[in-house]
Every structure is written in C-alpha cells, then in structure tokens.
C-alpha cells in the first residue's frame, strides 16, 4: 500500500506552477508526515511553510520548501481523494447494486466503496461495518461531520442478515459514538418489500427520529433489481399498492416531525410517488432538499426551476426544429405533459421514453440508462430531426459517458445528429428555446 497522492491537475499561475509541479507528480510527504487523503492534506497545507518531497515521473525525488500565507491554496488537484485506497465494502447485501451488475463493463462500476473519508467530502453513503477504533477517533479528533450513513433497519438481528454481516448488529451504538462526538448524520434507508418495511420501518423511523437534531435527516429509496440477479437474494419491487402504503406511513411522520421540529425530516424518493401514480409534494416538504443527491426531490426541484424559467421570453425559429428529449420511462410522466404545453414558435418536440432493455424493463429512472438503450430507442423513431437533447443524469459524474462506456459523441457520429446535455431545467428550456 502506498500513500501518495497523485497530482491530476496543477492550476496556471498558482504557487504549485511556479514551483514546477506538474500533472503525474506524487506527493510522498508533507512536512516529513505521509498522507492518508486529501483531509490530510488540507491541515498539512494550511501551515504558512511547507516542505513537499516530491517523487516525478523518472522515479526521482525532490524537497520543495514553500512559504505562503496561511490557508493559501498551492493550485494542486488529484487524481483520488484517497491516497493509501478507497476502503472497500465488506458486506454481502441482499440488495447490493453491484453484485446485479453484468460482467464485462468498466472496472470501477464493480467497486463497492465504503470509506468514511469519502461520505464526509463527497457524501457517499457508509454502513460503519468496517470502522475501528482509531478511525472513530480520526473522526472526532478532526470532526469529520456531517457523514452519510446506510441504517436500512435499526434492528441490530435483521441489519446483520440484510448486510450479510454480524458488525452490522451494532449500528445503534456505533450512532451513538458519532453523535457523542459531535458528529451529525444524514441517514437512508433501502427499502425491501417484506423485509424491513411495515413495522420495521416505523420503529427505524422512530429510533432514528428519536436521535434528532444529531440524525439531520433521513431518506428512504426502494430497492432497484436488475434482470443480472443469478444467485441474488429473492427480492421484489413496490407495486402500486405497496408504494401507497408506504407513502401514507411517511406522510403521517412528516406531518408529526413538522409539528415537533419545523422540518419532515423523513422524505421518499422520487421512485414512490411516480410508482404509486401520485403527486410529488410540494418544495417546503423537502426544506431545502438535504438529499437531492439520492433521487430524493428531483422532480420537485425539476418542476420548480422549470417555473421559473418559462418566464424568460423566445421568439421561437424562422423555420421548423425537431428535437428529441430523451428520458427514463419514470421521467416520461413528468416531462411529457410539460413539453406538450411548451409554445415556441416552429419547435416541435417529442419525448422519448427509453425502456431500460440493459438493466431489465423494472429498472425506469432516468439515471440507469445506457448509451446503447438510448440508441437504439432513437434509430427506431421515424420523421425528422434537427436534433437530440440528452440527461446529463444518465452520465456519470463529471464524464461524458454513460454506463456502458458510450459516449454523447458517439451516439452523435451514430445518428448523424446534433446531440447535447441538459443537466437541469434551465439547461432544458435554453436548448430548446435558443437551438441555433
């Protein structure tokens, strides 16, 4: 195991390039410490001097010295977080995403990452299984807060069986831990028909409702199946029924927490109320959306901004546009309706709903689907086409590429088209109303 950083990026004219850094430099030591990730290294670096040894490409090893003000930033980017390697996941879930991916696809979508560095800087969700003493104490000692931990069931017997894990037994304490720290926490919850939902899930949302204001909130995501589940855990998605009843058990505790504590502070993702053919609630029931990043408020959010910017005038186009706005066959029963109210003069759009063929027809979220589905749901379509509007959703984070490694250009070269992204709203109605 190493601990160096290895520098992606070194920002023109900062003090890093005039000390002669350069992309592929490995950072070995700070101040004669070596370097665990980037938390590290911001204290290390916050100093006004500074001695860097510094390996280059060649194998060769240099001291750099570094005077500064405190707190100034040297303009150093990095390939990984993480210096000494993401710490790996050791649970067996019932309902892991990954162990349901195909074989063959890019090697990073088969990691499973479970590192409490990366739930505080990035907000990635964490079990706390694989916590040791010295990192709950890394953790206070640094107070590494807020982090993002994955409870599924405060029950310690059916957590271990959902995690394939005994550690996982002790998530009550181990919160516990946290929160006498001073560490505040955004949980979720993975909801599985017949197995922590019903009674289980109202005595999780009490225990973890009883933990506030340290628990700052807490999402609920129902589980996702693909058709690759050979030797999976047997396991079944909410239906309509089932995705009301936990709809009317969510909106009594939101009602009872607004009451006690200003905020819903439990919040259902997006997949319920489309699954359930309800209505998504309204802003003020996502206060200021602490968990957007988890599907939880998107529509919503979508729905406001796009308000917002229908206000923003166009005089259309001089000759016919066709555009094509692809999306997930959730996302059709929200987008469809407002596109065919849009009036610009001359556009004419259609809404692509794009059956998820890759993952299996279960899996409807815009987020999953791959180049490849998209392609050949729009080579199907018959008429004209100036153009392909494309979610920036599908694509993964910071990249232009789906999951299966196709890219927007390809699928450009594919339909000999004109393809671009739209992330937001915003983004939307601008391609739309301002093509040419």
């Given at each position: 195991?190493?601990?160096?950083?290895?520098?992606?990026?070194?920002?023109?004219?900062?003090?890093?390039?005039?000390?002669?850094?350069?992309?592929?430099?490995?950072?070995?030591?700070?101040?004669?410490?070596?370097?665990?990730?980037?938390?590290?290294?911001?204290?290390?670096?916050?100093?006004?001097?500074?001695?860097?040894?510094?390996?280059?490409?060649?194998?060769?090893?240099?001291?750099?010295?570094i005077?500064?003000?405190f707190d100034?930033d040297?303009?150093?980017?990095f390939?990984?977080?993480?210096?000494?390697?993401v710490?790996?996941?050791?649970?067996?879930?019932?309902?892991?995403?990954?162990?349901?991916?195909?074989k063959?696809?890019?090697?990073?979508?088969?990691?499973?990452?479970?590192?409490?560095?990366?739930?505080?800087?990035?907000?990635?969700?964490?079990?706390?299984t694989?916590?040791?003493?010295?990192?709950?104490?890394?953790?206070?000692?640094?107070?590494?807060?807020?982090?993002?931990v994955s409870?599924?069931?405060?029950?310690?017997?059916?957590r271990?069986e959902m995690?394939?894990n005994?550690?996982?037994?002790?998530i009550?304490?181990?919160l516990?831990?946290?929160?006498?720290?001073?560490?505040?926490?955004?949980?979720?919850?993975?909801l599985?028909?017949?197995?922590n939902?019903?009674?289980?899930?109202?005595?999780?949302?009490?225990?973890?409702?009883?933990?506030?204001?340290?628990?700052?909130?807490?999402?609920?995501?129902?589980?996702?199946?693909?058709?690759?589940?050979?030797?999976c855990?047997?396991?079944?998605?909410?239906?309509q029924?089932k995705?009301?009843?936990v709809?009317?058990?969510?909106h009594?505790?939101?009602?009872?927490?607004?009451?006690?504590?200003?905020?819903?502070?439990v919040?259902?993702?997006d997949?319920?109320y489309?699954?359930?053919?309800?209505?998504?609630?309204?802003?003020?029931?996502?206060?200021?959306?602490?968990?957007?990043?988890?599907g939880v408020?998107?529509?919503?959010n979508?729905?406001?901004?796009?308000?917002e910017?229908?206000?923003?005038?166009?005089?259309?186009?001089?000759?016919p546009?066709y555009?094509?706005?692809?999306?997930?066959?959730?996302?059709?029963?929200?987008l469809?309706?407002?596109?065919?109210q849009?009036?610009?003069?001359?556009?004419i759009?259609?809404?692509?709903?794009?059956?998820?063929?890759?993952?299996?027809?279960?899996?409807?979220?815009?987020?999953?689907?791959?180049?490849?589905?998209?392609l050949d749901?729009?080579?199907?379509?018959?008429?004209?086409?100036?153009?392909?509007?494309?979610?920036g959703?599908?694509l993964?984070?910071?990249?232009?590429v789906?999951?299966?490694?196709?890219?927007?250009?390809d699928?450009?070269r594919?339909?000999?088209?004109?393809?671009?992204i739209?992330?937001?709203?915003?983004?939307?109605?601008?391609?739309?109303?301002?093509w040419?």
């Amino acid at each position: 195991m190493t601990n160096t950083g290895i520098i992606s990026r070194v920002i023109s004219g900062s003090i890093a390039d005039e000390m002669g850094l350069t992309a592929g430099d490995k950072i070995v030591s700070v101040n004669g410490k070596t370097i665990r990730d980037i938390i590290d290294l911001s204290f290390a670096l916050a100093e006004e001097y500074v001695e860097l040894i510094i390996e280059k490409a060649n194998g060769e090893q240099e001291l750099l010295e570094i005077e500064k003000d405190f707190d100034e930033d040297i303009g150093i980017e990095f390939e990984s977080a993480v210096f000494d390697n993401v710490r790996q996941c050791a649970n067996r879930c019932i309902f892991c995403f990954v162990d349901q991916m195909p074989k063959g696809m890019r090697e990073s979508l088969y990691i499973k990452d479970d590192d409490y560095r990366l739930s505080f800087l990035y907000g990635n969700f964490i079990t706390l299984t694989n916590l040791m003493s010295r990192d709950f104490e890394r953790i206070n000692r640094l107070h590494l807060s807020p982090l993002y931990v994955s409870v599924h069931t405060t029950d310690g017997k059916l957590r271990a069986e959902m995690l394939g894990n005994k550690q996982a037994s002790n998530i009550m304490s181990q919160l516990s831990r946290l929160f006498d720290s001073g560490v505040e926490i955004h949980t979720q919850i993975v909801l599985c028909p017949g197995i922590n939902d019903g009674y289980v899930l109202e005595k999780t949302i009490r225990d973890l409702y009883a933990a506030t204001p340290n628990v700052l909130s807490l999402a609920i995501v129902p589980v996702g199946l693909t058709r690759y589940r050979e030797g999976c855990y047997p396991l079944s998605v909410f239906n309509q029924e089932k995705a009301r009843e936990v709809i009317v058990m969510v909106h009594r505790w939101q009602e009872r927490c607004r009451q006690e504590i200003g905020s819903s502070f439990v919040y259902l993702s997006d997949e319920f109320y489309l699954s359930a053919g309800m209505e998504i609630p309204e802003a003020n029931f996502y206060d200021g959306f602490p968990q957007l990043e988890n599907g939880v408020g998107i529509v919503r959010n979508f729905l406001t901004e796009w308000e917002e910017v229908l206000a923003m005038k166009s005089d259309g186009y001089e000759m016919p546009l066709y555009l094509d706005v692809v999306c997930g066959v959730s996302a059709h029963k929200i987008l469809e309706p407002l596109l065919r109210q849009l009036v610009i003069p001359n556009l004419i759009v259609r809404v692509i709903a794009v059956e998820n063929v890759f993952f299996g027809s279960s899996v409807t979220v815009t987020g999953l689907l791959t180049g490849r589905d998209i392609l050949d749901a729009l080579q199907k379509q018959q008429g004209c086409r100036s153009g392909v509007i494309i979610p920036g959703i599908a694509l993964r984070k910071g990249e232009s590429v789906f999951l299966d490694g196709i890219t927007p250009a390809d699928l450009e070269r594919e339909l000999g088209t004109p393809v671009r992204i739209a992330y937001f709203a915003q983004d939307l109605y601008t391609l739309l109303s301002a093509w040419r």
